[in-house]
Every structure is written in C-alpha cells, then in structure tokens.
C-alpha cells in the first residue's frame, strides 16, 4: 500500500513558477514509476508527465514540454513537478500517481492540489 500526499498548490500570474511535491509512504516507493495527472474544471483527468524508478526516463504531454519538469529523491519517498511559464490554461487540480507497471493503470492516487493561473 502507498499514500501520495501532494503539496504545493496555489495561485500565481501567468508567467510564474510553482514547485508541487507528493510524499509517499508505504513500501517500495523506489519501485514504482512516478507521475502527475490533472484535471481543468470541465475537462477529464490528462496526463502530464511520468519518471521512471531511476529517473533515467521521463515523459512529457506535448502541452507542458519544455516548461514542466519532473524528477524524484527515492531516498526521501518525494516525486516533485517543476512548473515554469505558467498559462492560464494550466490551471487544474493535479494529482500524484504511482504505478508499479508504468502509469497507463496506476495503482495509486494522490488526493490533489489545486493550481490556480491567472491571466
């Protein structure tokens, strides 16, 4: 069993900078590959980004490449989400996902955080 715990949210002007965290508890979080979904009011969960469990790996929605980044401490059970050049349109809950064979099913969910852009 893993807990995902999300951290960070906010508001912030188009333009700006957020760093989200999701703490993980439980075993083998090292195990798993990491990620982060979101939701826009309206609008289904999307992908956003996914590491692998060495980090040797990353993956990116075309929407956030080269803005957005991703990486994890397995020392310390933390994924976080570097988010730069934020748009309006990044404004959603985002959510924390672990998946112990990628993240097409994940096993876990965190609760979410909220983000907030304003133009």
């Known amino acids: 069993q893993v807990q995902l715990v999300e951290s960070g949210g906010g508001l912030v002007q188009a333009g700006g900078s957020l760093r989200l965290s999701c703490a993980a508890s439980?075993?083998?979080?090292?195990?798993?590959?990491m990620g982060w979904f979101r939701q826009a009011p309206g609008k289904e969960r999307e992908f956003v980004t996914a590491?692998?469990?060495?980090?040797?790996?990353?993956y990116y929605a075309d929407s956030v490449k080269g803005r957005f980044s991703i990486s994890r401490n397995n020392a310390g059970n933390t994924v976080y989400l570097q988010m730069n050049s934020l748009k309006p349109e990044d404004t959603a809950v985002y959510y924390c996902a672990a998946g112990h064979r990628g993240l097409a099913d994940v096993d876990y969910w965190g609760k979410g955080t909220l983000v907030t852009v304003s133009s």
């Open positions: 590491i692998s469990w060495s980090s040797s790996t990353t």
């Open positions: 439980g075993r083998a979080f090292s195990l798993y590959t």
